[in-house]
């Protein structure tokens, strides 16, 4: 629950010994003399048994069962400090999670050119059992120098803002139409019928969709079969995520033989490949009939001009890391304007003027992805060693940076709890001013050339479909606080006691 999130971040009487010992070596880890440090064997964490490690406390009645809580990020902190040691079971690596953010800026900028994050192993192993050696997989599954070029052939198209900006008008289109679905699907009560998030996905994956192939999914359809290609593409898009949680964070026995989890995995990424291809497929033949002028073509058009298949595979990590994301983050901004009313209502005057520039409306969306990330922390796998708070991590390391915990610490934001967009636009001299927050403490789309190739996208959606949608609906909450569900997203999870009044 979000209110349990915002508990005190840390009560020093309650952390144990190895915290305060943490911070006092803290002071002298500027040193070069790598022998005065600790092995990361010493890093705290949950007590380890021979054998089985630190598994018991994971078993259900364990201090540490209860991973799918919101809590548990905190939690770990909050027993260990800043960095906190996870050992990994059945071949999966250990993990660190790190809590500070001078550290966090450390590592991140002394990565080399080509950062390692390890995000989804059973995708990755889907991916590569797929393709030659040499060929590449993606973004989301590529390491170093497949991952590289890849990112240099798609990052001159992906991050041009005038191309982008081409989408804007269509993805009004889509705010305009999500608008009117949203009508039609109100009852009396002014809530939504059926389930709130299949319908913020489904605008998701309409606004995305757009981009990515450039057409029209039509998944705002009322006769829109259960069984039809986008509805599938959805559930599969959200299984996946719930998938690799299982298997590629959780404790799984998958690396040594394929258990029934491991199975339907192979079967749903297999799935998800096949309904993109044919949605990439299906663009393809439509554009073909379009003709576009060199300043009208879109990102699916200009990567198919420069490799086919680099267009295919972009494509279809779009309609992957694109539809969950931007759709808990809306889901997270109507919640907090709905919990803020006097904040909406200075929104939509804003919304009233019309004009280009809507500053308050971005510092809403920053506001609700600084309070509900929906991606808690950025991981990578270390290329080097590093010294981190008086501790030696080998090369080859797993970090998390947790963003969600940092973030909403008052020694980078004051009143962090507080639904503020006010601290993104004010002046340099007033001290809600977000740039006095150390810049590694909120990274809601994560770091340097391996950082979210889809932020001016996402942001773009958001923005767009908010601004509509506030200026037509007056968005309510009753009820207890919504519920946050971690997993490899944070997934907002039912019930959506949200009310869309006519403004
Ligand atoms: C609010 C929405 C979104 C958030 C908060 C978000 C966040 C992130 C984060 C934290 C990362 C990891 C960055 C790192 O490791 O440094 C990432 C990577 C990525 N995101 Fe997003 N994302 C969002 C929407 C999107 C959209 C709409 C797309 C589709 C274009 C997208 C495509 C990707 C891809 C392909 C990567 C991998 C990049 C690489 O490794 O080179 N994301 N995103």
């Known amino acids: ?57 994971f078993l259900p009645g364990g201090d540490l069962s209860n991973i799918a809580s919101t809590d548990f990020i905190e939690l770990l902190y909050n027993k260990f400090g800043p960095l906190v040691r996870l050992q990994g079971f059945f071949g999966a690596s250990d993990i660190y999670f790190l809590y500070d953010a001078e550290s966090t800026a450390q590592i991140l900028r002394s990565e080399d050119n080509m950062p390692v994050r390890p995000g989804f192993p059973s995708l990755d192993y889907y991916r590569r059992s797929k393709v030659k050696e040499n060929e590449p997989t993606g973004l989301i ?81 009322p006769n829109l079969p259960e069984d039809s290609p986008a509805k599938k593409l959805i559930q599969l898009v959200h299984d996946m995520f719930k998938v690799a949680n299982e298997l590629d964070f959780k404790p799984s026995m998958w690396r040594y033989y394929p258990t029934k989890t491991f199975k339907k995995a192979m079967k749903m990424y297999e799935d998800q490949a096949t309904v993109a291809r044919y949605f990439v497929d299906k663009s393809i033949e439509e554009l073909k009939v379009k003709g576009k002028t060199e300043d009208q073509k879109g990102i699916l058009e200009k990567l198919l001009e420069i490799n086919k298949e680099v267009a295919l595979i972009m494509a279809s990590d779009m309609l992957f890391a694109g539809v969950d994301t931007a759709a808990n983050t809306i889901t997270a901004t109507f919640y907090l304007l709905a919990k803020n009313q006097e904040k909406q209502d200075k929104l939509r005057e804003e919304l009233k003027s019309d004009s280009e520039k809507r500053p308050y409306l971005r510092a809403c969306i920053k506001e609700s992805l600084r309070l509900m990330p929906v991606v808690a922390g950025n991981f990578r796998m270390t290329t080097k060693e590093h010294n981190v708070l008086g501790y030696l991590l080998p090369k080859g390391t797993h970090v998390s940076f947790v963003h969600q915990t940092m973030a909403i610490q008052d ?66 909450w009753f009820g207890p606080p919504i519920q946050v569900t971690p997993s490899s997203l944070n997934y907002i999870t039912g019930p959506f006691n949200f009310v869309f009044k006519d403004v």
């Open 411 to 476: 020694k980078h934001f004051p009143k962090p709890k507080e639904f503020l967009p006010e601290r993104w636009i004010v002046s340099k001299d007033d001290p809600l001013y977000h740039g006095n927050a150390h810049p590694f403490a909120n990274m809601p789309f994560g770091f340097g050339v391996r950082s979210c190739i889809g932020r001016r996208i996402a942001e773009l959606e958001i923005e767009t479909f908010l601004a509509r949608a506030i200026q037509n609906f007056k968005v309510e």
């Open 141 to 221: 599954t590529d390491h170093g120098e497949l991952w590289k070029q890849f990112r240099s052939t798609v990052n001159p198209v992906m991050l041009q803002p005038k191309t982008i900006k081409l989408y804007s008008g269509q993805l009004d289109e889509v705010a305009q139409d999500m608008i009117k679905r949203m009508r039609s699907i109100r009852g009396e009560d002014n809530m939504l019928k059926g389930n709130f998030d299949m319908e913020m996905n489904l605008w998701a994956l309409e606004s995305i969709g757009l981009v990515a192939l450039g057409c029209r999914l039509n998944c705002f359809d």
């Open 1 to 57: 629950m979000i209110t349990s999130k915002f508990r005190p971040v840390i009560c020093l009487a309650t952390v144990n010994k190895n915290f305060v010992r943490t911070v006092a070596v803290n002071k002298t880890v500027q040193t070069e003399n790598t022998q005065s440090l600790r092995s990361w064997k010493e890093v705290p964490g949950p007590s380890s048994l021979p054998l089985i490690g630190q598994l018991h406390h």
